[in-house]
């Protein structure tokens, strides 16, 4: 039998640019009380890889399997620190639901967040991130294909989830670094053309 599960309050300030979005918390998450807190998940070492200090020197020709990508701080209020100093925050799009184990697939009886009322507070988020397709696919559902029910527009990212499962593009840490690199230009206050 699944029970009702309820999403954290979401962890954003002032500085905050990009909204990162999963679908709601894993049973591991929910167990740490921390966002992400499978320790398999790739979620915290991907941030690492694209807003720390490489551990060794790296060229376009360096192979993938060579390349050292810093860790997360093992003190997980060191790691939203981190992450909010490098302008993101972080609040799923479901508020709560009922869910079998972690898997999205078993998600029923969703309610969204109040994601008008977020934007309303924060009007420096100009991004909001999907962890992967559920989470993308659940707020168009609520919130419209392009985000029209937003009291204003936000660049909407659908991007491949930091889940540990591999599928046919997303192999491993490397390939989803070099996914999420879409949101650099967003959280530096580099606007793509055409959104500015």
């Not at 500085?15 to 398999?40: C, D, M, N």
């Not at 939203?80 to 999205?104: H, K, P, T």
């Not at 309610?111 to 999907?130: K, Q, R, W």
Request: aromatic share 12%; hydrophobic share 35%.
């Amino acid at each position: 039998m699944s029970e009702r599960i309820y999403s954290f309050p979401p962890l954003i300030d002032d500085r905050a640019r990009v909204l990162i979005s999963g679908t709601a918390p894993s049973v591991k998450s929910l167990e740490h009380g921390q966002f992400y807190g499978h320790p398999q998940n790739f979620f915290w070492r991907v941030v690492y890889a694209l807003f720390g200090e490489p551990q060794t020197e790296q060229s376009a020709a360096t192979p993938a399997s060579e390349i050292l990508y810093p860790s997360p701080d093992a003190d997980y209020g060191k790691r939203l620190d981190f992450l909010q100093a490098n302008r993101l925050a972080l609040w799923d799009v479901i508020n709560s639901c009922e869910r079998e184990g972690s898997l999205d697939v078993n998600i029923k009886g969703e309610l969204p967040n109040d994601f008008p009322g977020l934007l309303e507070h924060y009007p420096g988020i100009v991004c909001i991130a999907f962890n992967g397709s559920k989470a993308f696919d659940t707020f168009r559902k609520y919130y419209g294909k392009d985000g029209g029910a937003l009291p204003r527009k936000v660049a909407l990212l659908k991007m491949p989830s930091t889940s540990p499962i591999p599928t046919k593009h997303m192999r491993n840490l490397h390939d989803r670094v070099e996914a999420w690199k879409t949101i650099l230009p967003y959280a530096q206050g580099h606007l793509p053309a055409g959104e500015r």
